[in-house]
């Protein structure tokens, strides 16, 4: 990661202050136990290797039963009474009443230690793909099947890949997720506005795509997950669960039980630290982690004050201690944008280094572990803090050549940073915040605004904007693009509707804290301060509007403009909205195919913004939409930025560049290539 650091300061354990500790006492005795025969059965209730009960899906917390997997939209979640069926042991929440133990069948019965193998028998079984009928492939890779009943939506992964993944499976399924979730959020925000009440759609897209199985990673381990890296940000519990990174989509402590010995034998597989509970988690590399259960929190009156007991995930940490095993740590934190929701961080591995009991708050004995960071890994949450001084102007940013090249024309200033050699400064050009017609083209009629005088509201079809894009309003209602759209509508000068007026997103300028930073080899590039959702505008493409003759006299005479836009150009296609047929609507009904008017070629070299500074990638995590609104009589396109999948702070923003329609194999004169080092594993060798 750029700009992070690279050492891993561990503080002895001395430097833990225990003089707060009012009732300090050991725990009990524990006799470590590992399990380690190859004879113990398979996970139960993980499919498609083990089984669940009859008529429900192999997720927990959706236990509903199979003919409720795609919730009513216009119901709440439902939740039958009975045992949780699915092989997960997972605490940090007291347990709801009445429910206090689980029974034991529910609990899978073994794990996968990569350090000493698998104390489970492994069933490697999978169904012939030829039952499949009907099928034909989407933009995704993924199958829409038509199996008589409607349109059934099947991953492209296999048994394997569902088992154990990859960071190509990882992406799949978390864009998958949110590209879903999006669209839950808008049906149900067309619904507010009569109804007054917003559902949980993290929920309901985690409900549908856990009944389909577009998951991965479903076999419990300690340890490294395949395809999630350290520094992943996840926005909803849902997705850590998805990519089986931490499976309880609630409690904080995740832990698995073993056979050894014949007894149950529980392992600490992840936590989440995320406030709920009195955890010290200031320190990058040491957390004081509080246990779970009991009433330490006295925020139920009518419940007396209980301690704390060693069983479950407290027992399974404990036995952590005595195995030495890593555990994987989730940190969460408060969103920059809402302080109510919460970033979650994987902040890698831990060892569980010593325990204690102290008297908490309440007057109950609670559990504290104190966690140490494995040495060698990534920066993950330090990287957090850093960037927290720096928001507070506690500690200036290192290598700072300018505080805001903008001028003060962005809402927020971009700064400038060199840690790489001595350059100091850009070569010249005009910080001009949107695109600059210097002559007349043949541009789309003008368009009449909408007549809404307060803001455009979701599921208005009054709202000739809201017509205009297909009869659905195009963002959630925190500025987050639902889909891709042919040509996505905003609203104009020309609209009465007001300046903040949730269809203005793309119009009011950079709101992420971005800084342009020199790279190694790729001269300068852009990143963010700020963790950025799938689907947040990050900026447009400024410039000067050419034609084709100017850009052809460029090439021509041999200027090297490195800073062209050109719509014309052939980009690699790709699916990033939902798939209709999980939501049994049409598949017409989301088309992804760009239909602009008129090539739009955008030179950024003399006059431009910090869009010209987003260098190219074969596998960017940043696409361009062409957005269209109304200024000066006539209707314009412009070219806006926003997130593929969610992006950490500090994280380059990339985006496809393109090929030019001409012969690729040429590499000189208006034909020629530039030679790509974005070091993708798709990397395609050249672009522009």
Known sequence: MEGGSSHNFVPPSAGIDKSRVLDVR????????????????????????????????????????????????????????????????????????????????????GFFDPHVGSSASRKKTSKASSSRKKTKKNGDGGLVTNNGSGVTFVPVMSSFQIEDGNRELVNYVLMNFDALRRRICQIEENKETKTGLIKRADLKAGNILMSKKVRTNMRRRIGVVPGVEIGDIFFFRMEMCAVGLHAPSMAGIDYMTGKGDGEKDPVALSIVSSGGYDDEAEDSDVLIYSGQGGNSNNKDKEKEVADQKLERGNLALQRNLHHGNEVRVIRGMKEDVNSIAKIYVYDGLYKVHES????????????????????????????????????????????????????????????????????????????????????????????????????????????????????????TSNGILVSRKQLLHECSPTCPCTPNCKNRVSQTGVKLRLEVFKTKDRGWGLRSWDSIRAGAFICEYAGEVIDEAKLKQKEGG????EYIFDTGRDYESFKWSYEPGLLEESPHDV??????????????????????????????????????????????????????????????????????????????????????????????????
Not at 591 to 607: F, G, Q, T
Not at 646 to 671: C, Q, R, V, W
Request: glycine residues 8%.
């Open 26 to 109: 050991p725990l009990r005795s524990l006799m470590p136990v590992f399990p380690a025969t190859s004879q113990a059965p398979s996970f139960p209730g993980m499919p498609p290797f083990g089984h669940t009960p009859n008529g429900f899906p192999p997720f927990y917390p959706f236990n509903v039963p199979l003919s409720q997997a795609s919730p009513d939209l216009n119901s709440e979640m439902r939740t039958p009474s009975g045992p949780m069926p699915a092989p997960i042991r997972s605490y940090r929440a007291p347990a709801p009443s009445g429910s206090d133990d689980f029974p034991e069948d529910s609990n899978g019965e």
């Open 558 to 561: 041999g200027e090297n403009d």
């Open 591 to 688: 088309n992804e195919d760009y239909n602009i008017p008129y090539r739009l070629i955008i030179s950024a070299k003399n006059v431009g913004n910090v869009g010209r500074f987003i260098n190219h990638s074969c596998s960017p995590n940043v696409f361009w939409q062409p957005v269209v609104y109304e200024h000066n009589n006539q209707s314009f396109v412009h070219i806006a930025f926003y997130a593929i999948r969610h992006i950490p702070p500090m994280t380059e923003l990339t985006y496809d560049y393109g090929t030019s329609s001409n012969e690729a194999g040429s590499n000189s004169g208006p034909n020629r290539k530039n030679k790509c080092l974005c070091g993708s594993s798709k990397c395609r060798g050249y672009f522009g």
């Open 356 to 475: 204690w009991t102290e008297r908490g708050k309440a007057g109950c004995n609670i559990f504290k572990y104190k966690l140490l960071r494995v040495p060698g890994q990534p920066p993950a949450f330090a990287v957090w803090q850093t960037l927290r001084k720096w928001k507070d102007g506690f500690s200036s940013r290192a290598g700072l050549v300018l505080q805001d090249l903008t001028s003060g024309t962005e809402p927020v200033p971009v700064s400038l940073v060199n840690e790489v050699d001595s350059e100091k400064g850009l070569a010249s050009f005009t910080y001009f915040p949107t695109l600059k017609y210097t002559k007349s083209f043949s541009l789309m009629p003008p368009s009449f605004g909408c007549n809404c005088r307060s803001a455009c509201q979701p599921g208005d079809m009054n709202c000739s904007c809201i017509q205009k894009n297909g009869g659905d309003f195009p963002y």
